[in-house]
T-cell receptor, first 112, second 115 residues
Framework: DAKTTQPPSMDCAEGRAANLPCNHSTISGNEYVYWYRQIHSQGPQYIIHGLKNNETNEMASLIITEDRKSSTLILPHATLRDTAVYYC?????????????FGAGTQVVVTP | NAGVMQNPRHLVRRRGQEARLRCSPMKGHSHVYWYRQLPEEGLKFMVY????????ESGMPKERFSAEFPKEGPSILRIQQVVRGDSAAYFC?????????????FGSGTRLTVV
């Protein structure tokens, strides 16, 4: 699985959009980009994933650059409950089974 | 539809005792994964099981740790003769198939403290 690089931390004001970057310059053609988050003292929570096209669900949007070497997770209207560590993971969904490679992630703090 | 259930939420063991952590996957999920999160560290994969089979245990310590997922009942992660370094949060995840395109559903974890 390709490695990812994320900023260690970022702050966001409540009600504003949070844009979380992730670099994955060694991503291969069939690898997907997955995002999870871990709120303090809880298990990781799946957010969204994508291959090439931008994706949106009820939680977030995922923007993947055309060359697929980076992506951005967008929380459109951050709330205090979005304070968490956000992990960007690149993998083949049909490979490595459930062996998700969690990095250090980005600690996001949403402030009032 | 209940999520992944882990119990106990908190477990305290003295050095040398055994710890048993239980994980009940989501209904309809037959694939279970265990992860460990040491204090101030990231999550690390330990083992992947299907019903009655261990598929990948490459992340399991060689000694004292074992896992099972019987035909009936929850998956069990067993740690024998616990040491202080085993203190961590242990998370279980499940999926309907091994190659999940939906993401994996995690439980709330068991926090093991060895005193």
């Amino acid at each position: 699985d390709a490695k990812t690089t994320q900023p260690p931390s970022m702050d966001c004001a409540e009600g504003r959009a949070a844009n979380l970057p992730c670099n994955h310059s060694t991503i291969s053609g069939n690898e997907y980009v997955y995002w999870y988050r871990q709120i303090h003292s809880q298990g990781p929570q799946y957010i969204i994933h994508g291959l090439k096209n931008n994706e949106t669900n009820e939680m977030a949007s995922l923007i993947i650059t055309e060359d697929r070497k980076s992506s951005t997770l967008i929380l459109p209207h951050a709330t205090l409950r979005d304070t968490a560590v956000y992990y960007c993971i690149v993998r083949l969904p049909t490979d490595s089974w459930g062996k998700l490679q969690f990095g250090a992630g980005t600690q996001v703090v949403v402030t009032p | 539809n209940a999520g992944v259930m882990q119990n106990p939420r908190h477990l305290v063991r003295r050095r040398g005792q055994e710890a048993r952590l239980r994980c009940s996957p989501m209904k309809g999920h037959s694939h279970v994964y265990w992860y460990r999160q040491l204090p101030e560290e990231g999550l690390k994969f330990m083992v992947y099981l299907q019903k009655e089979n261990i598929i990948d245990e490459s992340g399991m310590p060689k000694e004292r740790f074992s896992a099972e997922f019987p035909k009936e009942g929850p998956s069990i992660l067993r740690i024998q003769q616990v040491v202080r370094g085993d203190s961590a949060a242990y998370f279980c995840a499940s999926s309907p198939t091994g190659a999940s395109d939906y993401g994996y559903t995690f439980g709330s974890g068991t926090r093991l403290t060895v005193v």
